[in-house]
DNA sequence: ACGATTTTGTTCTCTCGTTCACAAACTCCT
DNA sequence: AGGAGTTTGTGAACGAGAGAACAAAATCGT
């Protein structure tokens, strides 16, 4: 009865709209959408942001304010409908529609990535395969069969796909990317160890195995070496040239 | 040329030393070494840090900053020596030992890293492939030969393993995970697609295909989105192209 | 020898992300 | 109906990361 200044409260759907998320949380939607999954298939109807947070492996608060961002979907003292929840996060990453992947490189992580059940299952369909080795190309791997990298334009003009994989060698990826973005592709996920240069309207996002394994090298080492010797390192230092 | 109270400055090697570099420093050290790798098989024997950042993609000043937290190893004026420079990087994030490698789950995924050649490039050595279906025990991939799940702690323990790869169906994960750090593995990839709890002591990386689609798929549905409702700044996005 | 030029290392500032803490809103029990 | 107990949504504090800007330190030309 008091709160002097709490009439501005009418910011409601609109307002509070789907402009602007932040990065970070829409990193994690697809963690929760997962988790809710996981929930829902074990027919929970209501979780509450704790239980939620502790599925995804997050902090309770930062699950409530990522989850505020969307909209107000919860209810005060119950919790969160499993499954509305569900349709809103799948909803706003978008997939309530199907999306066309292509993949270009067919060599052991292509054909990895192709024969992955993983894809399909949520909204993405592989609708071509890729490779520049003429070896390669009519190849037939579980429903399709390899294209020539020449076909790229040809093919990704017919399917209008928006996202494209990269799995060459590091050497070919800017010249793959570079053919993707010319053929109006406008999200990439690169695999290849390889700085993609695009234009500012193309996404990307990389997946880098050496990069992983080399930050977790960094922290054994660390580990490793707090046991070792604990004051300074210069040890370690003095003994460089 | 005013400066009043410069004279601070005796903060040398020692006291700047290795504790705490940043996590996000600690990510793109990897990018680094790659782009002065790159730069020393062409020869080319001192850069700048405004040609290091456009090699890895970043700013010039977020790059400097990033150096700066291992030591100082730049010349002003000059620049930095490519060979000495990736050597510095390289012992900091570990690289200057071996670190052996364990794949668990060979399946599509599990297959092709074990064979991907980037792994032995860089110090990482598979030394074991486990699977827990027995179909696929004994099966031979490369140098090695696949073993049983129920191996996997013997294994670990006489080959003094310190980087586990989980490559398992999401149901399997955790299972595998527990038996890892039982068995004195510290550092854990991840490519199964759910939550792993382990100690503190323990970390862990993961590596999920599905959530960077959901993230492309997202902003890929923005920008279709902004075209057809325009407000704020859809104008300038629509502009592009 | 010295000023002009280059380029690093670092400080400052701003933005973004995370966590805490609590009022508001709901349910349940008596 | 009303009070006790839950749980959300969010304002505010806090911390980490990124970029701009500049003094310090090196080279080069004269």
């Known amino acids: 009865m008091v709160t002097a200044g709490s009439r501005k409260g009418s910011r409601s759907h609109v307002e509070r709209a789907e402009r602007g998320i932040p990065e970070a949380t829409v990193a994690r939607l697809p963690i929760y959408l997962r988790a809710l999954t996981s929930l829902g298939d074990r027919d929970v ?13 997050v902090n309770s608060a930062m699950l409530r304010k990522d989850l505020s961002y969307l909209g107000t979907y919860g209810t005060r003292g119950v919790g969160y409908d499993v499954n509305y929840l569900r349709y809103q996060i799948a909803r706003e990453i978008g997939l309530t529609q199907d999306w066309s992947v292509v993949i ?4 052991n992580l292509g054909r990895a990535l192709a024969n992955y059940s993983g894809f399909a299952s949520r909204g993405f369909q592989v609708v071509a395969l890729i490779d520049s080795d003429p070896e390669r190309v009519g190849e037939r791997i579980g429903e399709l069969t390899v294209s020539s990298l020449d076909d790229l334009d ?15 060698p590091a050497g070919a990826a ?55 010797l604990l004051s300074d390192d210069t040890v370690a230092t003095a003994g460089v040239l």
């Not at 270009?104 to 060599?107: A, C, F």
């Not at 040809?154 to 060459?168: H, Q």
């Not at 053919?179 to 993609?196: D, K």
């Open 45 to 57: 109807v209501t979780a509450s942001s704790e239980d939620l947070a502790s599925a995804a492996g």
């Open 104 to 107: 270009v490189g067919i060599g």
């Open 154 to 168: 040809a093919i990704l003009r017919s399917e209008s796909v928006s996202i494209g994989v990269i799995a060459t």
């Open 174 to 228: 800017q010249d793959v990317c570079d053919r993707l973005v010319e053929a109006g592709v406008g999200s990439i996920l690169n695999f290849a160890p390889a700085v993609l240069a695009v234009p500012d309207s193309v996404d990307v996002r990389k997946v880098d195995l050496s990069i992983e394994l080399q930050i977790l090298a960094y922290h054994e080492q660390r580990k490793a070496h707090g046991l070792a």
